[in-house]
């Protein structure tokens, strides 16, 4: 677009900015909730009881309990062990291998390994959670189909494994999203550049690293970006699967945050920990924003 | 593309995945469809719709309701509030928009969790804790990322059309009716699409804002019945949970044609 005058638009912008007005107005609302949020990291207002009423001012406290006390740091690392193998290990390289795959692949299976993958993704977050614990457990199909018949005793996954089992939950629930995007990004790739490829003798290796990854860079920082963000802050399916538990093994910064706000009803420490996350965030957010800006 | 074809080799290996991907449905519909269902995973020795039946009567039934009209409300109002933003934030040259809408969107990465104690407050002020209340409220968190794809797509609307249009006497109206939502349609399917799951999967917000048990959306109610102690009826909850999860993904296959291209927009662009 140039920078031009478009007389439909300048003749009409009173009209334009009054559709813009609903928006501004839930926008508003949006940076208010927000800055509220921020306030509170700095006060100890509870869920309950007189601290829900006569709240006060306490400063940093909130922030500096983030690292003198037990539970902040562990969650982290959990929560880093469970993004970098469910997100980016687990969702993004089986979708990108997946689109890759499938993109030479005639249409009925393409479409029926689609559909299956879509189920996962497609499907509420409470019932995948409800799916994979009856799926692990005990008397599930795990045990089942493998462990019994090759000889051992039933494992009980879910108490046993808990941080892989929700990894492995999670990468069959959002593979999905990488294997779209990513296929869309491969649609995106000339069909000229990688024929050129094949006619200078590229192997199907060099053509996927050498040339369609570096095409699709862009995307797949975007798809990173996205991704690891979502894993980041996702909460429903653990908190069904396990509750954080057992113990704290599967405590991500997002269960971590419900349990401390609306368990333990400490909303001000709740809320430093919302922010902190939001630090995390920002800071992840820019450094794939870098990658995806900046040409090699 | 390749024209060699895949080998068989990669045929078994993408058949034995997708067998895989699916298998823990077994456990689902096993039980859904057997009315003596003990929540084992076993061939069912009874067959029939009973549980279906329990599904969609009394409470599960209102539940139902509840999570469509909280799921289209988001979405609708969403997509209104999104489209009629977005076309202005699209063509006019508004300075630092780009940089605004990612902030936006960075913000909204924000847990939920974080910025619940603040609208729970506000909504409690202002009388807003029922369906409409979630129905606001889910449009505000999901404002910011509707915003941004809603843009991209009518970026890639070419403003020679608009031009065109214009010459032959159009009005705005006209011109955004007939040329630019036409042209932006996957788009827009894809952004409602994603709003309705969203909104129909939405749990924390809903559990908060639901006083009563009339008002419960499935996803409340059957994390409730799930926690349950005692005899947990698993017939009922698996098909419940089959029903739950059926419009999400009959609004996808309705939208599958558009969502493969609407999908290409959500890539570079920001």
């Given amino acids: 677009m140039k920078n031009q005058v478009n007389p439909w638009l300048t003749g009409n912008l009173y009209v334009l900015v009054i559709g813009m007005l609903p928006a501004i107005v839930l926008i508003g609302a949006l940076l208010y909730f927000t800055a509220w949020a921020f306030a509170f990291s700095f006060t100890d207002l509870a869920l309950v009881g007189r601290k829900s009423v006569e709240w006060s001012w306490v400063g940093l406290e909130n922030f500096e309990r983030l690292f003198t006390r037990r539970g902040f740091l562990e969650s982290l690392w959990t929560t880093v062990i469970f993004v970098f193998f469910s997100a980016i290990v687990g969702q993004s390289v089986l979708g990108f291998l997946l689109a890759a795959t499938l993109r ?42 493998i462990v019994v018949p090759l000889g051992f005793p039933p494992i009980n996954f879910i108490n046993n494994y808990a941080l892989p089992v929700v990894t492995i939950a999670n990468i069959w629930k959002g ?6 995007l990513f296929s869309a990004a491969l649609d995106s790739v000339s069909r000229e550049v990688v024929e050129a490829a094949k006619v200078d003798g590229a192997t199907p290796l060099q053509r996927i690293w050498l040339v369609q990854l570096p095409i699709i860079r862009p995307h797949i920082a975007t798809n990173m970006l996205f991704i690891t963000i979502w894993t980041f802050t996702y909460f429903p399916l653990i908190f069904a699967m ?18 401390q706000s609306f368990s333990r009803g400490n909303l001000g420490f709740g809320s430093a920990i919302s922010v902190a996350m939001l630090l995390i965030v920002g800071f992840l957010s820019l450094f794939y924003l870098r990658l995806l800006r900046e040409p090699k | 593309m390749d024209n060699t074809g895949p080998s068989r080799l990669t045929a078994i290996a993408l058949t034995f995945m997708a067998v895989i991907w699916v298998s823990p449905f077994s456990w689902l519909i096993l039980n859904a469809f057997n009315p003596l269902s003990t929540g084992q995973l076993e061939i069912p020795r009874a067959f029939g719709f009973d549980n279906f039946g329990l599904a969609v009567s009394g409470n599960a039934g209102r539940q139902f309701l509840n999570s469509f009209i909280i799921a289209a409300g988001t979405a609708t109002l969403s997509v209104v ?9 699209s063509r006019l040259r508004i300075p630092g928009r780009n940089a605004f809408l990612w902030t936006l969107v960075l913000l909204r990465m924000l847990p939920s969790a974080g910025v619940l ?12 804790l029922n369906q409409l209340g979630v129905i606001i409220a889910l449009t505000i968190l999901n404002l910011p990322f509707t915003l941004l794809l809603l843009k991209n797509f009518f970026d890639t609307v070419p403003i020679e059309l608009e031009e065109a249009a214009y010459v032959e006497g159009a009005t705005l109206l006209q011109i955004v009716t007939k040329i630019v939502l036409p042209m932006s349609r996957a788009g827009i399917a894809v952004v409602w699409f994603f709003s309705f ?35 947990i009826n698993y017939g009922f909850l698996t098909a419940f949970s089959i029903l739950y999860a059926a419009p999400a993904i009959a609004v996808y296959f309705l939208l599958r044609r558009n969502m493969n291209t609407g999908f290409a927009g959500v890539g570079v662009k920001g």
């Fill in chain 1, 175 to 180: 593979t999905a999203w990488s294997y779209l």
């Fill in chain 1, 242 to 259: 396990t509750g954080g538990g057992p113990g704290r093994q599967t405590e991500t910064l997002a269960v971590f945050l419900y349990n």
């Fill in chain 2, 81 to 89: 509030v999104g489209i009629s933003a977005a076309y202005p934030l």
């Fill in chain 2, 117 to 128: 104690v603040p609208l729970y407050f506000a909504a409690q002020r202002s009388g807003l």
């Fill in chain 1, 104 to 145: 030479g692949t005639q249409s009925t299976l393409r479409t029926v390994v689609e559909v299956c993958i879509m189920l996962g993704w497609l499907l509420p977050d409470i019932v995948a959670a409800f799916l994979w614990s009856a799926t692990t457990s005990q008397t599930g199909l795990i045990n089942q189909l």
């Fill in chain 2, 197 to 231: 799951t969203g909104a129909w999967n939405e749990f924390l917000l809903p559990l908060i804002f639901a006083r009563v048990q009339d008002a419960f959306p499935m996803s409340v109610g059957l994390y409730a019945a799930f926690g349950q102690q005692g005899a």
